[in-house]
């Protein structure tokens, strides 16, 4: 089967994308920067709004991209709140921000687990990409602090194909492998695999 053909026949049906969406994606390209593209993005738009999402944390959020998303299917009054290390990736997402008009997301620049120790409160919707040797904490950390019906999504799920590994020596792939074992054993959620991409687990609280 030829999976690259399908992902770009996919990627053909979303091509009537903003010209903001369009520039950071050409950004991300020519700077070989890690965004999780349109694919992903409608998929985040489609489940912010089927559970109707009135808050959202993002852990690692980039420059915006995942932001934009999840702000095309919400309303107003849905707080959005990203999270980076990178003072210049908050600089961009918030001109990226002013330029299409959204005004419900807050960026706090700072380690993402430690944010989220330092909010208060449940939320809606929790995204997570982050340092992939750091998954198995943001699982530990982001399950309690969601809503019964909130959804806890993670990139990045098949890390290219190393999740097929027998002995895997990179720390970020066990990281990702410890953290579908989680997804997947505790009884707390249920989880799924979408193989978009890069495979995007969501894990529903029950």
Known sequence: MDMEGLHDYMLELVKDRDKVLLEMEAYAKKH??????????????????????????????????????FSKTTSDDTEIICTDT??????????????????????????ALEVLNQLQGEFDIIYNDIDKQDYPEA?????????????????????????????????????????????????????TINPIRDGICVSIKL
């Open 32 to 69: 070989d920067f890690p965004i999780i593209g349109p694919l992903v993005g409608q998929l985040l738009s489609q489940y912010a709004q089927l559970i109707n999402a009135k808050r959202i944390l993002e852990l690692g959020s980039g420059y915006g991209y995942s932001a934009i998303y």
């Open 86 to 111: 990178s003072e210049k990736c908050k600089n961009m997402a918030i001109s990226f921000f002013q330029r299409m008009s959204i005004t419900n997301v807050k960026f706090i620049v700072g380690d």
């Open 139 to 191: 699982f530990k950390q982001a399950i309690p602090r969601l809503q019964k019906g909130g959804l806890l999504i993670t990139d990045n799920a098949l890390w290219y194909g190393r999740v097929l590994e027998s002995t895997p020596k990179r720390e970020s792939t066990k990281g990702i492998l410890e953290y579908n074992r989680l997804a997947f054993s505790d009884s707390r959620v249920l989880s």
